[in-house]
């Protein structure tokens, strides 16, 4: 038994992965009544980021009612220490590109906190964020949560 948890022990570490061509990060800031009141709960953080694309005429009847079409979705749990969140854009769906203007997807970012059980709840209020994943990788995105709204 000892010289396989010596051989289990002695493995490689395997080398991060590429960043993917829509990966990006988020910062966020919480007010020290909401870094308080986070250290005193055992919740965590989710995210939830909603893809899509502004349609082009000829496929506005896909559309919602804003002109946006659906082009993924990732979610995702994070630890509630965590500052810089990493999101991967492996939810989009590129085959949708050609039915949006430019190509360019966007992105609408929702941070909730969460229970152990993953079920979200309102211990903290977070701003929304919602933009070109392209700028999002320019400039990551400040996510400010506070105890209210």
């Known amino acids: 038994m000892l010289p396989l948890l010596f051989s289990l022990c002695q493995c490689q570490p395997t080398k991060p992965a590429k960043p993917g061509p829509y990966a990006y990060d988020l910062t966020l800031q919480l007010t020290p009544a909401a870094e308080a009141k986070l250290k005193a709960s055992d919740r965590h953080f989710t995210v939830d980021a909603y893809y899509y694309g502004m349609a082009k005429p000829e496929y506005r009847d896909k559309a919602d009612k804003l002109n946006r079409l659906d082009v993924g979705y990732d979610k995702g749990a994070f630890d509630a ?13 590129t085959s949708a590109f050609p039915q949006i ?49």
């Not at 220490?81 to 769906?93: E, F, L």
């Not at 933009?131 to 400010?144: E, L």
């Open 81 to 93: 220490r965590a500052r810089r969140i990493h999101m991967t854009g492996d939810g989009i769906d």
């Open 101 to 149: 203007m430019d190509g360019a997807p966007y992105v609408l970012i929702t941070i909730r906190t969460a229970t152990k059980a993953g079920f979200p709840d309102e211990l903290l209020y977070c701003h929304n964020y919602a933009g070109t994943i392209k700028d999002a990788q320019i400039h990551p995105p400040v996510i400010g949560c506070d105890t209210q709204y």
